[in-house]
């Protein structure tokens, strides 16, 4: 998924670039960002660029909050994610609205693709996180009888710095700041800057629902602000969704004081249409797959594969799908698409459809922006900070054929509302296809025959691979989300996200402390011939075996008892 866009820093930049939007917002002055509609260009309202000095005192206030937070019990924290969610349900047309001004984004998936998802994930982590942090208990076998005994208890990491994306800036951060709290860690989070009120309007929320006011910070700033949570030594973890250019350098900045990170990167998730697929159900999720958000999202179709054999009759349907899509503003409530959240990134479009067409590719549908938007002087609500020209940021979706895998379009990551499709004629060429691409975050397969769609799964290389499915596995707040390759490291959601906000630590006990144990000091002769001893009968797990080696375990305790 995508990062935020900065015209001065080297983090936070667009997805594959590393250049701010055109003629779109924000507006960044010498002290403050002008958060604009993508639609309209009508300015949202305003927030400051914060200063390195600010920042580190966000983060040491943090780091001072959070070791009150440790000692809070699961449920009293629990309390605090069930109000804030109380309060989310309360205000979601708000907030709908507010994600769809700021991003583009239609309202409707303001509702299903952000808040629903993290209604759920609040609910799942306040109800699980306590069993899911239990202690555990480790099975140390035959070492049991001499009294030992291991444990696991899992520790909150301190103080977590979240680096949001603007494409979906509800839901990412706030499921990771509820994880991060539940965990017993302080947040600090940096939004977008494109989409900075977001960012805010989840500090507000957590605020109003009792969370103590240093345990939750939102900085916000430019592509500097990120760089400076990455290079703090008071950070513990960083979690980052963006480029691949600028999950590399949070990364090497974060290396400098080993802070871990989790990269949550880009995509170009393929599509595997069997010959047995249903048709008009897998059309239906090829067009949502691809299109919703207008294709901004890491895990969009971005490479559909078909299956010769049904390759006319699917493409037939999806074109017509496609076709009766509506456009229109995302606060219009009968949108289906709405704009895309950036000059840059229609720009990069553009470039990737030019490309193909240019090689032999052809247009079944779209290809253009919609005229029906078209900007004129009176669409500009500019101010003396903004002196550029609204652009029309309406991407009608598109459908490609006869496309080639040397085109950008099927090897680099588009990020628009882009659907190529290309043929296949037997399962192993589909799954080369399909593993061809540097980016392993999700794929899917959609056939009839669920044990063909298992079987294929398990051939692909990719963090998720949902069978008859398309998209929507980041929105189920108990599965695992995250990549392979260059679509990142480390996980989000589920037991294994949760896991990434703690450490364990583990507790190891004699339970008989008397008595020295036998691998001491002296080295002495009957000390070589139990080790010997051991080697040969202790270790293969085997209890009889083991009892073979008991009569120089006593001439060793025996002797040990002498010396004492």
């Known amino acids: 998924m995508q990062p935020s866009t900065s015209t001065a820093a080297p983090l936070n930049q667009p997805a594959l670039q590393n250049q701010s939007p055109l003629n779109q917002s924000p507006v960044l002055t010498h002290d403050e960002i002008v958060s604009r509609d993508p639609a309209t260009n009508q300015e949202i309202g305003r927030v400051p660029i914060l200063t390195q000095p600010e920042i580190e005192s966000m983060i040491a206030r943090a780091r001072a909050a959070q070791t009150a937070w440790v000692a809070v019990s699961f449920d009293e924290r629990a309390r605090i994610i069930t109000r804030a969610r109380q309060i989310v349900l309360d205000e979601m047309d708000a907030i709908a609205t507010l994600i769809s001004r700021e991003s583009g984004k239609p309202v409707a998936e ?120 990455a290079a703090s030594p008071l950070v513990n973890k960083i979690m980052f969704t963006g480029s691949v250019a600028t999950g590399k350098r949070v990364a090497a ?37 691809a299109f919703a958000n207008s294709g901004q999202a890491c895990a969009s179709v971005e490479r559909c594969y078909v299956h010769e054999s049904v390759a006319a009759e699917f493409t037939k349907l999806v074109v017509e799908a496609t076709k009766n899509l509506r456009q229109h503003h995302g606060t219009n409530e009968a949108s289906d698409v709405a704009a895309m959240s950036s000059e840059r990134q229609a720009q990069i479009v553009d470039a990737h459809i030019n490309d193909a067409v240019t090689r032999g590719a052809r247009i079944l549908t779209g290809g253009k ?28 979706p598109t459908i490609l054929v006869d496309v080639e895998d040397a085109m950008l379009v099927m090897h680099e990551e588009t990020f628009g509302p882009v659907l190529p499709i290309k043929t296949f004629r037997t399962e192993d060429e589909a799954v080369r296809l399909a593993n061809d691409s540097p980016f392993g975050l999700t794929a899917s397969v959609w056939t009839r025959d669920l044990k063909r769609g298992a079987r294929l799964a398990a051939m692909i290389d990719a963090g998720t691979v949902t069978v008859n499915e398309v998209l929507y596995t980041h929105g189920l707040a108990a599965t695992p989300w995250g990549g392979i390759k260059q679509s990142g490291m480390g996980r989000t959601h589920g037991k294994q996200g949760l896991l990434e906000l703690v450490y364990p630590q583990h507790i190891h006990t004699n339970r008989l402390p008397r008595f020295a144990d036998l691998w001491w000091f002296n080295y002495t002769p009957s000390a070589h011939t139990l080790f010997r001893q051991l080697a040969r009968r202790a270790t293969n797990g085997s209890i009889l075996q083991s009892a073979l080696a008991f009569p ?9 008892r002498r010396r004492k």
Not at 552 to 560: I, N, S, T
Request: glycine share 6%; net charge negative.
């Open 369 to 396: 922006r919609n005229h029906d938007f078209a900007a004129s002087p009176d669409d500009a609500h500019l101010d003396d900070t903004h002196n550029d020209t609204h652009t029309n940021l309406f991407y009608e």
């Open 253 to 289: 900045a974060a290396a400098q004081n080993l802070t871990p990170v989790v990269l949550e990167l880009g995509g170009k998730d393929p599509m595997i249409i069997c010959r047995d697929a249903d048709l008009p159900v897998a059309a239906h999720a090829a067009v949502w797959g």
């Open 552 to 560: 120089a375990v006593v001439r060793r305790f025996l002797e040990m």
């Open 110 to 229: 303001s509702v299903s693709m952000e808040i629903i998802p993290t209604l759920d994930l609040m609910h799942f982590f306040a109800r699980r996180t306590a069993h899911i942090l239990k202690p555990e208990r480790i099975a140390l076998g035959q070492y049991t009888i001499a009294g030992r005994t291991s444990r696991i208890i899992y520790k909150p990491l301190g103080v977590i710095a979240i680096i949001a994306p603007w494409n979906f800036p509800w839901a990412i951060p706030l499921g990771e700041v509820v994880m991060a709290l539940m965990a017993g860690n302080a947040v600090v989070l940096k939004p977008s800057e494109v989409t900075s009120l977001v960012g805010l309007k989840i500090k507000d929320v957590f605020t109003r629902a009792g969370l103590t006011d240093d345990l939750l910070h939102v900085a916000t700033g430019d592509g500097m602000t990120g760089a400076a949570l």
